[in-house]
């Protein structure tokens, strides 16, 4: 079945993501193109069903106010003009606020478009499944599963399209989260029966890492490690033709049209050599972080695996500060799993953005049955943020705080302390490396 969609021409509005997504939180699909998509093209994708021009700020490239190709206005298509005075229709809109916005484009899709209703996590599903198969035929398709909510969601697809067509790898570096590497063999070996090599690296990870106390450094041996071992798994495997990645919209869209400035490059699993040589299969390329969570769901993905916080690639390795030891890798992963869990009992997982813990490459002095200790501390941060490039802190409940502090230092090892992080970004980042 093929959806309705709307197109919406990218002429440099920031607006561009948020009309997509009001268009499909009407339940029509909705995709944004270059500004000079030809009729050729648009009438290719058959089943658009109308037009946006989205004008705005940035519609100007080398000087020159740029325009859509000037046979879209007699190609038959409904078309509506936002903040795009040189468009050559009578719909031209300036709404002033999300309200107006919203009502606009809603009798646009309706009443001008005609549109179906018809996008939805179960139809999106059903297709993708497939194109999945038409695209992969008999051939076998790899895929590096971090646990991580986009590959878990790839995963999780294509094991349903394609079962054991699909050879997961999934790389413990040792700098997961508690239970983490456990719950990726539990859900994807044991209740969905994939295809799933688990390599547990950590030894390898930690060697590598031994008395390295740059943070860049450290992330450039984790980052390189990764693809060997990711590599080597790979050249161990028979007859792959395909590599399954978990690319979002917002990475399509980040990457850079013609009319946005880059925002940072579309990462991937990038840096694998090139005589390992793979067609991509990207299913969710379509997608933004919240419909790929209702995606996951809809495949019966376990709550905790969809909406999981944003885990840095590195992992708890740039939470142990400086030089990794194995004492302190311990103390903050179980001080970690002792914050998610009352955190999770208090309700503040559903409204905190990122949450966790740091234990820095210090001692302090502290008493303990009466002894003297001398032991590390524990730094609680809690931020939200929409976008990570600014920040503020969670104001926790004191009682919560308390609690937290309580069972730190009564279950993490050679822990005396326990600090909240009480700064914003700027001026710290969210992470201390
Ligand atoms: P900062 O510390 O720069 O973090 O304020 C912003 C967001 O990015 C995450 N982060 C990373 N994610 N690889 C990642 O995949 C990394 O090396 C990395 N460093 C930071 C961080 O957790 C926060 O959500």
């Not at 021009?53 to 298509?77: H, P, Q, W």
Request: with cysteine; glycine share 6%; proline share 3%.
């Amino acid at each position: 079945m093929k959806q309705d969609m709307i197109v919406i021409l990218d002429l440099g509005s920031h607006q561009n993501t948020t009309i997509a997504r009001e268009i499909r939180a009407l339940g029509v699909y909705s995709e944004i193109k270059p500004h000079d998509i030809t009729v050729d093209e648009l009438n290719a994708l058959s089943n658009v069903k109308g037009v946006i021009i989205s004008g705005g700020e940035n519609n100007v490239i080398d000087g020159e106010k740029i325009d859509v190709v000037s046979d879209l206005y007699t190609a038959g298509y409904p078309i509506i003009a936002f903040d795009h005075d040189l468009a050559k229709v009578e719909n031209k809109v300036y709404p002033k606020d999300e309200a107006e916005l919203r009502a606009i484009l809603k009798s646009f899709v309706f009443d001008e478009c005609h549109a179906e209703a018809n996008w939805n996590m179960k139809n999106f599903i059903n297709d993708q499944i497939e194109l999945i198969k038409k695209q992969v035929g008999d051939k076998k398709v790899l895929l590096a599963l971090s646990g991580g909510v986009d590959s878990s969601v790839v995963a999780a697809l294509l094991i349903k399209a394609i079962g054991q067509q699909l050879v997961c790898v999934h790389v413990n570096h040792g700098l997961m989260r508690k239970n983490e590497s456990e719950s990726v063999v539990e859900v994807f070996k044991n209740q969905l029966h994939a295809n799933l090599v688990y390599v547990d690296a950590s030894e390898r990870f930690l060697t590598k890492l031994k008395d390295v106390a740059d943070p860049e450094q450290k992330r450039k041996i984790i980052g390189a490690e990764f693809i060997r071992v990711f590599e080597e798994e790979a050249r161990k495997l028979d007859g792959i033709e395909f590599l399954a990645q978990g690319t979002i919209y917002p990475d399509i869209i980040e990457s850079g049209t013609k009319t946005a400035k880059t925002i940072k490059s579309h990462h991937n699993v990038g840096g694998l050599p090139e005589d390992l040589q793979f067609s991509l299969v990207e299913p969710l390329y379509q997608l933004f972080k919240d419909e790929v969570r209702a995606c996951g769901v809809e495949l019966g993905l376990p709550y905790e695996m969809v909406y999981r916080q944003p885990f840095p690639g590195p992992g708890l390795g740039v939470r142990c500060l400086g030089a990794i030891t194995k004492e302190r890798l311990e103390a903050v992963r179980e001080s970690d799993a002792i914050l998610r869990e009352e955190f999770a009992k208090a309700g503040l997982d559903k409204k905190v953005w990122q949450y966790f813990t740091v234990v820095p490459d210090f001692k302090s002095v502290g008493v303990k049955n009466n002894e003297r200790c001398f032991e590390y501390p524990v730094i609680i941060r809690a931020v939200n943020t929409i976008d990570a490039m600014t920040a503020t802190i969670e104001q926790i409940d004191w009682a919560i705080l308390m609690k937290i502090t309580d069972r730190i230092l009564a279950e993490v090892k050679n822990v005396n302390r326990v600090c909240y992080d009480m700064s914003p970004k700027p001026c710290a980042t969210i992470e201390w490396e």
